[in-house]
């Protein structure tokens, strides 16, 4: 354990949100975005195309990292049978909010780590409940206007301007800003690396 808790765990992620939600339990990591097309395949439900964004995350970027630890993350919002990704531009960010509005959906968030190796070491999947109050078109146009949805899943940010938006949630706070913290403190200890060693 000791050998394997002395590896760099990698944070395959460009998010700043899972950044900062990873530093949190104190484990020392490195960022190193990977690059894959994000794109529903077809059949593909929520849990199904998480999971396998995370999982080819994480292996794109253990690819280019031998030797290490990544993590792998994705996020998306699911309202009925849809899946809600990133929103192509405003337009398109304002029409996601406006389908939300007095709605419960479903965030749903999928962790793969990959060993060094370079194969799964295991990967999960959360979802959390949320519901939105109902929105007017300018409390949703003045919300786009700042650019926070443009890169959110769902196209908006429970930990930011979209604070006030939510009626209702059921489930995990971290899962929904993008990591499932728990979660991934539980992988991390069953890997060896958490708690972070101490000492020479």
Known sequence: MAA??????ILG??????SRLLSKLGVPFDVRPSRIEERVE????????????AREKALAVAAISPGQF???SDTVVVLGEDILGK?????????MLARLSGREHQVVTAVALVGPDGAIVEECCRHSDV??????????????????PLDKAGAYAIQGGAADFV??????YENVVGLPIDTVRDMLQRAGL???????
């Open 42 to 53: 077809a059949g593909e439900d929520g849990r199904m195309h998480a999971t396998r964004l």
């Open 167 to 172: 009626a209702r949630l059921q489930g995990s």
């Open 70 to 72: 990544v993590i792998g």
């Open 194 to 200: 958490y708690p972070p060693r101490v000492g020479p």
């Open 13 to 18: 992620s460009a998010s700043p949100r899972r």
């Open 4 to 9: 394997e808790a002395s590896r760099k765990l």
């Open 87 to 95: 929103p192509a531009d405003r337009d398109h960010a304002r029409r």
């Open 131 to 148: 519901r939105f109050r109902e929105l007017t078109r300018e409390e949703i146009a003045d919300y786009v206007a700042t650019g926070e």
